[in-house]
């Protein structure tokens, strides 16, 4: 797509990627993405704000060749993940006399991943700045959103804060702000949940320090800018706060049906009590949205088979995950079927250390569910519901 103007001389120049539909070979994409890279023209200097995936340096150059850029003073490298800094060795190629700016953590990951000549850098600390003539960046330290090295740059004069993944979203489209459209707000709560929520108390505080800036306009380094930027720091202040709602995720696998039954009969019976249900077969599913369920819901309730002694490999993958995405569940439970024995209970519960969640008494059934298998649901829903009031989620 072609430069677009932010403001006089202020212009988006990355790239949108209509067709990518994986990212990090895991993250599922179905809406594409885009790289976000700006340039900011001061009387004096003018300077680049991140780069583009690799796969898309044709598209950035040759958007700063149609605004004309002969000089680029500074490459300000928020972050140093592929996706924004994969595009800087071809910049600083067609622009030598540019500095790249970058924290000092940032540096050193520049040096490990793209061989970036020592004396290309030009550290900074944070609330350091730069000034382009007219215009200001002040640097942000703005870390674990998701990588440690992570900087957000605040233009002052305009007041736009350039946040890199902070606030960004995977998501392909011609509108250059969110506005207040639905596919936005999913889209950055699919992004919040699969990358950002491990990290969400730094997140917590993060929030914090931008709250010191005056901001109109939050441009980010994926998807639409927000030029109501309530709007997502609305968001992802209910994102990161410690109270989860009612709701109940059950994540889960069948193989012959017994699961699925046992699946079924306790999503009735937790709805009956008041409790909002989500239910993913890991066979099928994408595992973005379990992990947006995962961003607000109370409690998970993993259903599995028994397979090879254990539980079913999908499984494990879902527990893997949710484990490691940390979110604020506070009661976990197990339901699922076996044949004559196994390990289930003791290898799922092994699986997830950093969930700080009260286990409650899982229900395994010994092939189809049975009256006493059902009774058993009942009780697992009622307990489900009452600490769910007792806490104030419900
Ligand atoms: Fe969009 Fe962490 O890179």
């Not at 120049?13 to 023209?41: C, E, H, M, Q």
């Not at 190629?93 to 061989?115: F, H, N, T």
């Not at 009735?268 to 949205?289: N, P, S």
Request: glycine content about 6%; proline content about 7%.
């Amino acid at each position: 797509m072609r430069p677009r103007k932010i403001k006089t001389g202020i212009y988006c120049v990355g790239a949108i990627d209509w067709d990518r539909r994986l990212f990090d070979a895991l993250i599922p994409l179905p809406d594409g993405t885009s790289y976000n890279s700006y340039l900011i023209k001061g009387k004096e200097k003018t300077a680049l704000v991140d780069t583009v995936d690799p796969t898309m340096t044709g598209v950035l150059l040759d958007n700063l060749d149609s605004l004309g850029i002969k000089k680029l003073d500074y490459l300000i490298s928020n972050h140093a993940e592929p996706d924004h800094s994969g595009s800087i060795p071809p910049v600083l190629a067609k622009y030598p006399e540019a500095r790249l700016v970058c924290s000092k953590l940032c540096r050193g990951l520049l040096i490990d991943r793209w061989m970036v000549p020592e004396e290309k850098f030009q550290t900074v600390e944070d609330k350091a700045t730069l000034p382009l003539g007219g215009r200001t960046l002040e640097f942000i330290s703005t870390p674990w959103v998701h990588w440690p090295e992570t900087m957000s740059t605040y233009l002052r004069e305009e007041k736009i804060l350039f946040s890199c993944d902070f606030f960004g979203s995977h998501v392909a489209t011609t509108d250059m702000y969110a506005g207040d459209q639905p596919y936005v707000y999913e889209a950055a709560k699919r992004y919040y949940a699969e990358i950002m929520m491990p990290y969400r108390k730094t997140i917590e505080k993060n929030l914090e320090k931008i709250k010191d800036f005056a901001v109109t306009i939050i441009a980010p380094s994926h998807g639409p800018l927000y030029d109501r930027p309530e709007l997502i720091v609305d968001a992802y202040r209910s994102w990161v706060s410690d109270k989860p709602r009612n709701t109940v995720v059950i994540p889960y696998t069948s193989m012959h049906g017994s699961t699925r039954r046992m699946v079924a009969y306790l999503l009735d019976a937790l709805v009956k009590k008041g409790v909002t249900v989500q239910q993913f077969d890991l066979a099928v599913t994408d595992i973005g949205k379990l992990a947006i369920a995962l961003v607000d819901a109370a409690t998970i309730v993993v259903g599995t088979p028994t397979v090879l002694a254990g539980p079913h490999p999908n499984v494990v993958e879902a527990a893997f995950l949710a484990n490691a995405l940390r979110p604020k569940l506070r009661f976990a439970s197990i339901i699922g079927s076996y044949g004559w024995g196994g390990r289930t209970v003791e290898i799922i519960s092994g699986m997830i250390p950093n969930l700080k969640v009260e286990v409650l008494d899982p229900v395994l059934c010994k092939g189809f569910p049975k009256e006493a298998d059902f009774l058993a649901l009942d009780k697992l829903a009622e307990k489900i519901a009452k600490k769910h009031r007792e806490n104030g989620f419900a």
